[in-house]
């Protein structure tokens, strides 16, 4: 089977996928790519595409990302016509929707089957942009989002089959199509991420191996879509009334999703001014490679998750496969994966004192919560492993070729 990854970073979402057809001969396996760091994959030929040019400053800002994604898949094009001189033809293509990647590639691979991976489909209402009243919505903003959605659009018209990690986010397009997209979860390495109790944490310029009480927070920036602000003030109420507890926060000092603060101060310098904390007990250890990451996870007393009605973050999957007492939002795609009292504990996203109580809950019965951490694990072996769902994802990969070569 010939396999045409189209994604703008790499590997990205086909990082284990792409892996898995590679490691089969039978399999040729290509991936086109914006990304242009030296980053490779065994049997893995990576190509690049660019776009011709940035996006005119002239371009009414409703309908930027639409150029955008259009120039994304002009380049894509131009690309596959390379590949197609050079003989290549693709039996199915995988592209990231949304971004413009996969748009003319049923012009060029009109035989392909096209595999379109639907992260996020944008909502004015009853999702993450009106959820949070401290960022209220205006009518500018409400039109945008709906012109946004021109280029998934686009993708959902095109491709034969989609695929969208969870069922809350596939929720979020429009209902005409969830015909087309199947849920299907990425996967989370269960051999990789797993607990080992009682471990204490040792990082290469950080010693916390005596520490008994310790608080984490995974994310890949600090902002209101993860729940920073709520966070900070979470753990300055358990800080307050824990005196030998302390917190190890891997995030990058930046916005990730949502908006920035209107005075262009950092979530973490607007915080450290309205929230007394000791310092010496706060740890910032910024992004981290996975090897280091995942001792952070395993050593975690309470791992605290917060997020928006948003998509769901890797990092809880891998927090619950660790077997994390985790402290979550209770908010939709938190719910879909975990029940109060059973596989961890939720509480109010807009409230600190209620995160801090939970938190507080945990730390005080380390015995009763042995269970919600085993099941917080066991819900990953059983319902997200990634070798079981990868081998899935290779299924309807089949089954998309053979219905596109009838």
């Known amino acids: 089977m010939n396999v045409l990854f189209l994604h703008n970073n790499f590997p990205a979402q086909f990082l284990h996928l792409s892996q898995k057809l590679a490691a089969d001969p039978s399999h040729t396996v290509v991936f086109g790519t914006k990304h242009t760091e030296d980053v490779q994959l065994p049997g893995v030929r990576k190509v690049p595409f660019l776009p011709s040019r940035e996006v005119n400053p002239s371009t009414h800002h409703y309908i930027r990302n639409y150029e955008s994604a259009v120039l994304h898949g002009q380049a894509v094009f131009r690309l596959a016509e390379q590949l197609k001189a050079a003989g290549f033809v693709p039996d199915v293509v995988c592209a990231h929707s949304g971004w413009g990647a996969g748009m003319f590639i049923k012009d060029i691979f009109p035989q392909a089957g096209l595999l379109s991976y639907f992260e996020w489909f944008g909502q004015a209402h009853g999702s993450d942009v009106d959820f949070d009243p401290a960022f209220p919505l205006t009518l500018d903003e409400t039109l945008k989002i709906r012109a946004g959605n021109a280029p998934m659009l686009v993708d959902l018209y095109s491709c034969d089959r989609g695929i969208s990690p969870t069922r809350w986010q596939r929720d979020q397009f429009p209902s005409e199509f969830h015909d087309k997209i199947t849920v299907l979860h990425d996967g989370v390495d269960t051999d990789y991420f797993f607990p080992d109790p009682g471990m204490?944490?040792?990082?290469?310029?950080?010693?916390?191996?005596?520490?008994?009480?310790?608080?984490?927070?995974?994310?890949?920036?600090?902002?209101?879509?993860?729940?920073?602000?709520?966070?900070?003030?979470?753990?300055?109420?358990?800080?307050?009334?824990?005196?030998?507890?302390?917190?190890?926060?891997?995030?990058?000092?930046?916005?990730?999703?949502?908006?920035?603060?209107?005075?262009?101060?950092?979530?973490?310098?607007?915080?450290?001014?309205?929230?007394?904390?000791?310092?010496?007990?706060?740890?910032?250890?910024?992004?981290?490679?996975?090897g280091l990451y995942k001792l952070v996870l395993r050593a975690s007393s309470v791992h605290i998750y917060l997020t928006r009605p948003f998509v769901l973050s890797w990092s809880f999957m891998e927090a619950m496969a660790s077997g994390c007492l985790i402290v979550a939002s209770d908010t939709p795609p938190v719910r879909e994966v975990m029940q109060d009292g059973v596989n961890g504990l939720l509480a109010d996203f807009f409230s600190p004192a209620e995160i801090g109580d939970r938190v507080c809950e945990a730390l005080d019965h380390p015995e009763t919560m042995r269970s919600i951490r085993h099941n917080a694990r066991q819900t990953i072996v059983e319902q997200y492993a990634q070798s079981s769902l990868l081998s899935k994802q290779v299924q309807l990969l089949e089954e998309l070729m053979l219905s596109s070569s009838t």
């Open 200 to 290: 204490k944490l040792v990082l290469p310029d950080l010693d916390l191996s005596h520490v008994d009480e310790l608080i984490t927070y995974v994310s890949r920036g600090m902002d209101s879509y993860r729940g920073f602000p709520q966070f900070m003030e979470a753990i300055a109420y358990v800080l307050e009334r824990r005196p030998n507890c302390h917190v190890a926060i891997v995030a990058a000092e930046r916005v990730a999703y949502g908006p920035s603060l209107p005075d262009g101060k950092s979530y973490k310098q607007a915080m450290l001014e309205k929230v007394p904390l000791d310092l010496s007990r706060v740890h910032f250890l910024g992004n981290l490679p996975y």
